[in-house]
T-cell receptor, first 110, second 116 residues
Framework: RKEVEQDPGPFNVPEGATVAFNCTYS??????FFWYRQDCRKEPKLLMS???SGNEDGRFTAQLNRASQYISLLIRDSKLSDSATYLCVVNKGSQGNLIFGKGTKLSVKP | DAGITQSPRYKITETGRQVTLMCHQT?????MFWYRQDLGHGLRLIYY???????DKGEVPDGYVVSRSKTENFPLTLESATRSQTSVYFCASRGGLAGPRTDTQYFGPGTRLTVL
């Protein structure tokens, strides 16, 4: 099993749609979970951390299922500006080093 | 607030040449990281540093050298560049403690390196 696995997409959705991304991770000892966003040819930027109880930030909702080692990101009311690649990120080891998934590409169309 | 910067932003070099990529952060973060990003591989860790004068290998360290004489700087050197090192290189940093709320890494804008 890969350390962090994501569906590469692309996900092509119309404006206003709801889209969900899923991610699985292999290290049951991982304690920190994140979603990063990466625009074309730019650096990754933190979108949100993912907490055990799940968390919401505006149109974005992240969920964590430790038993299944599964993380999700839900985007409601998609905007054109949401078009990007979304990286699922999990920590590894006590040093806090991060393992990045290869990303899921989202394209929101008018 | 400059945050984390990288230089040069673009570099073209030839096989066998030595190249140094610079990374500078103004947050006094303890940890700094170097990643490369290639199509089909995502971000892969090259080297990281927990503090000045403390460095350690990541997933793909071969062909690279790092140093960290000052907390704010973390240069990456390709001692003898090869075509397979053509990539986008990102530097990142984070604070000193590990944990769910402190593992967040902040990235520089990247350096696009082409080795001919």
């Amino acid at each position: 099993r890969k350390e962090v696995e994501q569906d590469p997409g692309p996900f092509n959705v119309p404006e206003g749609a709801t889209v969900a991304f899923n991610c699985t991770y292999s290290n049951s000892a991982s304690q920190s979970f994140f979603w990063y966003r990466q625009d074309c040819r730019k650096e990754p930027k933190l979108l949100m951390s993912v907490y055990s109880s799940g968390n919401e930030d505006g149109r974005f909702t992240a969920q964590l299922n430790r038993a299944s080692q599964y993380i999700s990101l839900l985007i409601r009311d998609s905007k054109l500006s949401d078009s990007a690649t979304y990286l699922c990120v999990v920590n590894k080891g006590s040093q806090g080093n991060l393992i990045f998934g290869k990303g899921t590409k989202l394209s929101v169309k008018p | 607030d400059a945050g984390i910067t990288q230089s040069p932003r673009y570099k073209i070099t030839e096989t066998g040449r030595q190249v140094t990529l610079m990374c500078h952060q103004t947050w006094s973060h303890s940890y700094m990281f170097w990643y490369r990003q290639d199509l089909g591989h995502g971000l892969r860790l090259i080297y990281y540093s927990a503090a000045a004068d403390i460095t350690d290998k990541g997933e793909v360290p071969d062909g690279y050298v790092v140093s960290r004489s000052k907390t704010e700087n973390f240069p990456l050197t390709l001692e003898s560049a090869t075509r397979s090192q053509t990539s986008v290189y990102f530097c990142a940093s984070r604070g000193g403690l590990a944990g769910p709320r402190t593992d967040t890494q902040y990235f520089g804008p990247g350096t696009r390196l082409t080795v001919l």
